[in-house]
């Protein structure tokens, strides 16, 4: 009797969706993933509300109830975790699941699910461990951006490729895909849980030797009201580079987080398949 091998054409993969205060934009990513039913591949939509303060829940709701998609859920952190506490949630729940892959798709509907679909249906995921949406390569366009923030963020891309012996065209997008088996191993866990946790990710995954492929992508920036502190935000990265810079293996056995927790809890507050 011969033995079948799953396909790698079957590997499911989860869309994570982070919310937080994006009860204006959140429908217009939700709608996005109408276009997921040309995907073949196993695939679900996870929407984590990071205890927005506003109605971004409940809009989220209401719309994952309208979408046709199969299966979807939505959750609501137990604690205010951040965007990277969030991601830690989306990994958990990918694990648990039994999600081969994540796909990240920011809440606040600056980019755009149909750049990273064409790589899915070619199947580029299944020889990487990354693919990262790259708003600054050749192809990828932007809108609304100005010019010191788009400067300053191709600086900072350059510094941290020398640092990291490779080549690195966007340090943190909102749209990514991972392969859920590295995290299995929890050496994301320590990393901040605040808007830094993407720079620590890349340093991560390149430092263990994880292959990364970066691809264009369209990002825009209208109603989204960005919540990083360009000033703040650039000293933070000036500090965690200098860390990882100093010495490679304390940066990343290091707990980076304001707040040490042991788990990341949440709770359902819907879940729909059909
Ligand atoms: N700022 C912030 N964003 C979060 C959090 N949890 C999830 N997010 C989502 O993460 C995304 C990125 O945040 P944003 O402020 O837009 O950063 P920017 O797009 O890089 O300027 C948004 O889609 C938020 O909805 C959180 O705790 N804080
Ligand atoms: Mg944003």
Redesign the pocket.
């Known amino acids: 009797m011969s033995v079948a091998f799953p396909s790698m054409a079957n590997e499911s993969i989860l869309f994570f969706v982070?919310?937080?205060?994006?009860s204006a934009q959140i429908g217009r990513v939700i709608a996005q993933f109408e276009q997921l039913s040309e995907l073949s591949a196993p695939h679900a939509v996870l929407c984590v509300d990071?205890q927005s303060p506003d109605d971004t829940l409940a809009v989220a709701e209401r719309a994952l109830e309208a979408s046709s998609v199969g299966r979807k859920c939505l959750v609501r952190n137990n604690d205010?975790y951040?965007?990277g506490g969030?991601h830690k949630v989306a990994f958990d729940y990918a694990r648990d699941q039994g999600f081969d892959h994540v796909v990240v798709l920011?809440?606040?509907d600056?980019g755009s699910i149909a750049d990273i679909l064409p790589l899915l249906k070619a199947g580029a995921h299944h020889s990487v461990d990354a693919l990262l949406g790259a708003r600054f390569m050749r192809g990828s366009s932007l809108e609304g951006y100005s010019l010191a923030r788009t400067w300053a963020n191709r600086g900072f891309n350059i510094i941290f490729s020398i640092i990291a012996g490779q080549r690195f065209y966007d340090l943190g997008s909102?749209l990514n895909l991972f392969r859920r088996a590295p995290f299995d191993t929890g050496f994301h866990t320590k990393y901040s849980d605040d808007?830094t946790f993407n720079y620590y990710l890349i340093f991560g995954l390149a430092d263990h030797k994880y292959k990364l492929r970066f691809f264009p992508i369209r990002w825009r920036e209208d109603d989204?009201v960005?919540?990083?502190k360009l000033f703040s935000h650039a000293k933070r990265m000036i500090s965690l580079l200098l860390s990882r810079f100093l010495n490679k293996n304390a940066f990343h056995s290091a707990d980076h987080r304001a707040t040490k927790r042991d788990s990341y809890s949440y709770s359902v507050v819907r879940h729909w398949e059909v």
């Not at 982070?18 to 994006?22: A, G, S, T, V």
């Open positions: 982070p919310m937080y205060r994006c990071n205010n951040g965007l969030s920011h809440g606040d600056q909102g808007l989204q960005s919540n990083v």
